[in-house]
């Protein structure tokens, strides 16, 4: 923690079988809930996923709060950071930073990297390893940046430069505000049973 920065870290787990709607909107409170607080840096965090707990998807919770937070007027008050399982190669981490997240903590992806090591797989100490999946991240990131013709990447961030293919018109109009889509597609609840089937075949005796 640094002077002047109050952070608050909000969980965006929801119980399994709740409307992914209603775990938004509840995301949603809890936000609005830590910025009352005097939160100006908010923590999206999917840790603690259990039997009876699924994670909202990462992009959608990040878009989500970022549209949320524009709409509110409080955008410019708070910066989402997020911590998460899912992002692990470069699109992921593409796609979260230009849809609002300010910096993003793979933690399962480095936990994997020190099984690789633990296990002989991989011939690196764990610090040097980490550094070069970040590196190659970052790189990645560069790249598709570079490509859009834009230099830096606090430009990149929140720019929503990316055009959605097989996502409803609904869902993109509420939760990925003014992203380009030529096609239709599934929506919240197709989204969510696709979570839920995969939550239900992870914790499969």
């Known amino acids: 923690k640094q002077p002047g920065f109050h952070v608050e870290t909000v969980s965006i787990l929801y119980y399994k079988n709740t409307p992914l709607d209603r775990a938004l909107d509840h995301l949603a409170l809890a936000v609005d809930r830590a910025w009352r607080k005097g939160a100006n840096v908010i923590i999206l965090s ?25 709409r509110t007027k409080k955008r410019t008050a708070v910066s989402i950071l997020l911590e998460s399982a899912e992002p692990r190669d470069v699109h992921h981490f593409a796609t979260l ?34 550094a070069d ?20 990447l606090q430009s990149y961030q929140s720019a929503q430069i990316f055009e959605v293919i097989g996502i409803s018109r609904a ?7 003014n992203t380009v889509s030529r096609v239709g597609g599934i929506g919240l609840t ?5 979570v839920n089937r995969n939550h239900s075949k992870a914790y499969d005796p």
């Not at 999946?133 to 830096?152: R, W």
Request: aromatic share 6%.
């Open 46 to 70: 999917d840790r603690g996923v259990d039997e009876n707990h699924v994670a909202i998807p990462s992009l959608l919770a990040v878009s989500a709060m970022e549209q949320h937070l524009i």
């Open 97 to 130: 930073l230009g849809y609002g997240a300010r910096a993003i903590n793979p933690y399962l992806a480095e936990e994997t990297i020190v099984e690789l090591i633990d296990e002989g797989l991989l011939d690196k100490d764990y610090h040097t390893a980490v």
């Open 133 to 152: 999946y970040n590196g190659a991240i970052l790189h990645g990131i560069v790249k598709i940046a570079s490509k859009m013709g834009i230099s830096t």
């Open 171 to 177: 869902v993109i109009d509420r939760y990925f505000t």
């Open 190 to 194: 197709e989204i969510a049973d696709m």
